[in-house]
């Protein structure tokens, strides 16, 4: 894994720009902090040191959250498909704490930079204090060969989610030592986990059979309606099941949850598309497909955009695979897709070029023999018309790679690069917006604003760029910033955005005036914008204050 990550890497410092380009202000960072990128980290479920009955579950419950925490597109945390799949290779029982040593071999047999080990323990306490949750969690660095001081976090049980978000910081500050966000503003931004969901959602995890794991993963979602990776898991639960309708509700309600993260967003998009085929709703899976492409330029995605579109007969679909073939021209299957869909386009040269390419990677493929020899001449140079020859289905992909997606995503470098040089530039700057967001959102300032400055390049006639960057700075403290590029971005194009964010930095410095004038464009745009709304009673709330006669002594 490790390999393959240190590659793209390092291709991206030779040949992805915005990593270095000389426009992009560093903030005084210096150079070594950017060499957390790529960094690969498995998580070993903890070890119940305590005699405490009932908590095993817990052991689990941690790599879970350090990969909620700590997986960003700068640090890559390894799945437990992954960490069970390397278990297997060893060996190692899926429910046993192995010895150090043990463990050791495993994260080297990974290939990866970090591993976290760590234990927990549960005690009654006394009458004043009550009983008490302890984590520790030591941070191995591969690479040095060294174990770093253990850090140790204790609350109530019932504060496990603060406990674990506690760690989660401790840990990124011993992997990366100038993490800019202070521990009290990360935890305070992670949103409270009710217990009970956090069990049932890892006992679900844990869950042997179909049913118990929807068993647990419903009750999740009813203690918790906005656990967003519970609802993707009962989802995929439902549709490994064939329960297609039952799927597309969960699905859809990942979106709707408070903080999905955009990860559980695109997979639950991927899965909803193919839900959505499975039960002939075409339109709503064209849909949930393109939101995923949209987002990053899947091969596998665009080939099901290709068989949704040659299903509704658009002719689009012969243009879908061929995006598909240029992102992985490896794959027999995008190149019999194509051939399918250019033999119903009439194109019997360009179907017979695909099918060959299909049977050079695949040479027992029965049905693309079948149909190139319906393409090639009969006896007497008669070649089938197009109503003779039986035409086979193409075929759809189910292979959402999570792990190998997340690990893409850490890696973007070139490969991202070269994929959108071939897309337009408002989509191109909608990746690098969304990935700038999300570095933002784990606290990487300046790699973020990196991310918005190469956006703004690629398409300089949108606003959204700027309007990501002027939230940047308001989100720093940097009022003049932040207003610079609202008013850039507002030169450009007017939007709800960029007035209500000007109406935000005018109260925050008392501007009254302006403030309203703002807000009154924004919603001249978009009556019904709910921030807009907000703070347009925000502002009353602010006027009435102002207008109170000063209280007698």
Known sequence: MKRAARFLFLVSLLYCPWLHSQEVPVSGRPPAARAVFGRTIVAIPFENVSAAPGLEWLGESFP????????????????????????DRQGIPAGIHPARATLYRLAEQMDVDYAILGSYRYSAGDSDDGARLTATAQLLDMRAQKLFPAVTESSSLADLGTLQSALSWDLLRLIRTDFPVPKE???AGVAPMPLDAMENYTLGILGQTAAEKERRYREATRLNPAFARAWLELGKTYYNEHAYELAITAFEQVQHSSVPSREDCREANFYLGLAAYSRGDFAKSESAFEFVATRLPLAEVYNNLGVVAARRGQKKAVDYFAMAIRNDPSDADYHFNRGVALTQAGDRTGAARELHAALDRRPNDAEAKTLLESLTPQAGGVIPSSAMVKMPSERIKRN????AFRQVNTQIGSWAEQRFSRSEPRTHARFHIELGRELLAHGFTDEAEAQFRHAASVDPSSAAPLIALAED??????????????EAALRLRESAEAYLLLARLDLKENRMEAATRNINRALQLEPANSTGQD?????????????QPLSQP
């Open 64 to 87: 879970e959250t350090f990969q909620e925490q700590l997986n960003s597109p700068i640090l890559y945390v390894a799945s437990r498909d992954e960490r069970l799949r390397a278990y």
């Open 400 to 403: 959402y790679e999570e792990d």
């Open 535 to 547: 703070l347009k009673h925000t502002l009353a709330a602010k006027l009435a204050e102002k207008a």
């Open 473 to 486: 700075y308001d989100a720093r403290g940097d009022a003049l910033q932040a207003r610079a590029q609202a």
């Open 185 to 187: 503003k990360y935890i």
